[in-house]
């Protein structure tokens, strides 16, 4: 869980002074923007199971219920709610500024096999591999799924992050998954490759099947050592590009609720191309909700 900090800025920033910009605070953090947009895609049974400060838990809830998600939310009362403040310049390009707060202290102990009954599909966020006792979560959650044959899918979140973990220790930690989400950037960081399409297929002899993002060039899918397909996004005019933050996100909750409904990847990968397209022109990373959601106090 995490509050956003959207700042749209239409000049340069400026060092030492003051930079004009539109800025929003909303309800963010990779998981929960995808299932938002899984439980917008295919109204179901999403829940979302993740730890937020005491500070924002009841707006964090209220803004999760409402876009039809099942919050399960453990509130910390040592640490405050992860803030993202994101950075979009002209072109809708997104630079983050990351706290991550409670978010990355999610506990073995908040964990439990049941949370799986009655699961199609466990997704795990890529940034809970980044830290010790939220990797130790995600690393026994994987376990019970595959335990009980649930499918699980990764989506390794962020290449700085992942530069400074390591490749081989996250793909070792990840071991088991079913499918891996990166984008373009995080493909790369975990090969060493510099040419995306031989990232997906190197990346596909680690996990049965690879779907690597490419914003507005749409997205590749490779299983067993190659590329097995392309798809493309539609065109968004420069014009409506608003936002970039959370359109990946946007991607796997559309690819995973397509998927779970029946969908072949590449089905499901033309609707996550879809949500990514919707997704870049409205500001923030979820799907819009009715009614104007008050900040949290």
């Known amino acids: 869980m995490v509050t956003d900090v959207v700042a749209r800025h239409r000049t340069p920033l400026a060092p030492a002074t003051d930079t004009a910009a539109e800025i929003r605070t909303l309800p963010g953090g990779a998981g929960a923007n995808a299932a938002c947009w899984a439980a917008r895609s295919a109204p179901g049974d999403v829940r979302l199971l ?6 924002a838990a009841a707006w964090h809830e209220r803004a999760l219920r409402r876009a039809g998600v099942r919050p399960l939310l453990v509130p910390d009362p040592d640490a405050a709610t992860a803030t993202v403040i994101a950075l979009v310049d002209t072109s809708a390009e997104r630079t983050f500024l990351t706290d991550s707060g409670a ?3 999610l506990s073995p102990a908040d ?3 049941g949370l799986l009954d009655g699961v199609a599909r466990l997704h795990l966020s890529g940034y809970l591999f980044f ?3 939220s990797r130790e979560t995600a690393r026994r959650a994987l376990r019970d799924a595959r335990a009980a044959g649930v499918p699980v899918s990764v ?5 700085g992050f992942l530069d400074r973990l390591g490749a081989e220790r996250f793909l070792s930690a990840t071991e088991g998954a079913e499918l891996l989400l990166p984008n373009a950037d995080e493909a790369r960081s ?4 510099t040419e995306t399409t031989t990232a997906a297929a190197e990346l596909s002899r680690r996990f049965p099947l690879v779907v690597v993002t490419l914003g507005a060039a749409g997205a590749l899918l490779a299983e067993g050592g190659s590329v097995s397909a392309r798809v493309a996004a539609p065109t968004v005019p420069p014009a409506r590009r608003i936002d970039s933050t959370g359109a990946g996100d946007a991607f796997t909750g559309a690819f995973l609720a397509a998927l779970i409904a029946g969908a072949d990847p590449v089905r499901a990968a ?3 191309c879809r949500a990514g397209a919707e997704a870049v022109t409205f500001v923030g990373g979820r799907p819009p909700a009715p009614g104007a ?5």
Request: hydrophobic content about 30%; charged content about 20%.
């Open 50 to 55: 993740g730890r937020v400060g005491t500070d």
């Open 103 to 105: 978010a990355l202290r």
């Open 111 to 113: 964990w439990t096999s």
């Open 131 to 133: 830290a010790d006792r």
């Open 155 to 159: 989506d390794p979140a962020s290449a």
């Open 190 to 193: 975990l090969t060493g490759s």
């Open 270 to 272: 033309e609707a996550g």
């Open 293 to 297: 959601l008050p900040p949290p106090s």
